[in-house]
């Protein structure tokens, strides 16, 4: 049972290019986040999913658009990245609507 | 306000000793609270969770304890442990208004000398 993956780890981006991050799940679960987590600022939801076809927008969406097309994964895009894009990104899977159960490793992203 | 405030920063405690972290809210909206504990480089994990119509939540060494008329709870870590050494993390969930979310303090560094 391998949880929440994520990929990749890690990446550099120069500003203005794009990227997606990848996540996938194999619990079946329904709910499914990404959040970004600066130093000091705890964890901002940026997009949700409540299932299959259906995302939502979190505290800090600009920048960023998701797509569900299947249970298990929900890939992250960034267009046009800027420095302050730069962050840790966590995706994370729930069985619930009222906690987050489930993160992946995260991705250190780092715009220059 | 969809604040979760959270205290202390960061906090020192000796082996055996208990660890206290504090978190405030203001909105009556929020209605679940989970603690998280993250080890660096590694995403949160869910330690304990508590509904506001429960005081007093206890999963071995760690206690959640909530006062729904002051807007507080807090997470209480006994007999600490250097492994215990990590960032916790309140949070709140807020309900309706068509976004749902939950809302995270930032955090607490506990370091639990041995």
């Known amino acids: 049972n391998a949880g929440v993956t994520q990929t990749p780890k890690f990446r550099i981006l120069k500003i203005g290019q794009s990227m997606t991050l990848q996540c996938t799940q194999d619990?079946?679960?329904?709910?499914m986040y990404w959040y970004r987590q600066d130093p000091g600022m705890g964890l901002k939801l940026i997009y949700y999913s409540v299932g299959a076809g259906i995302t939502d927008k979190g505290e800090v969406p600009n920048g960023y658009n998701v797509s569900r097309s299947t249970t298990e994964d929900f890939p992250l895009r960034l267009e046009l990245a800027a420095p302050s894009q730069t962050s840790v990104y966590f995706c994370?899977?729930?069985?619930?609507?009222?906690?987050?159960?489930?993160f992946g490793q995260g991705t250190r992203l780092t715009v220059v | 306000q969809q604040q979760v405030k959270q205290s202390p920063q960061s906090l020192i405690v000796q082996k055996g000793g208990i660890s206290i972290i504090n978190c405030a809210y203001e909105?009556?909206?929020?209605?679940?609270f989970p603690w998280y504990q993250q080890f660096p480089g590694k995403g949160p994990a869910l330690l304990i969770a508590?509904?506001?119509?429960?005081s007093e939540k206890k999963e071995g060494r760690f206690t959640i304890s909530f006062n729904k008329s002051a807007k507080q709870f807090s997470l209480h870590i006994m007999d600490s442990q250097p492994g215990d050494s990590a960032t916790y993390f309140c949070a709140a969930f807020l309900r309706g208004g068509g976004s749902e979310k939950l809302v995270f303090g930032k955090g607490t560094k506990l370091t639990v000398n041995p």
């Open positions: 994370a899977s729930s069985y619930s609507r009222w906690v987050t159960a489930f």
């Open positions: 909105n009556t909206a929020f209605d679940y």
């Open positions: 619990m079946n679960h329904n709910y």
């Open positions: 508590i509904r506001p119509d429960v």
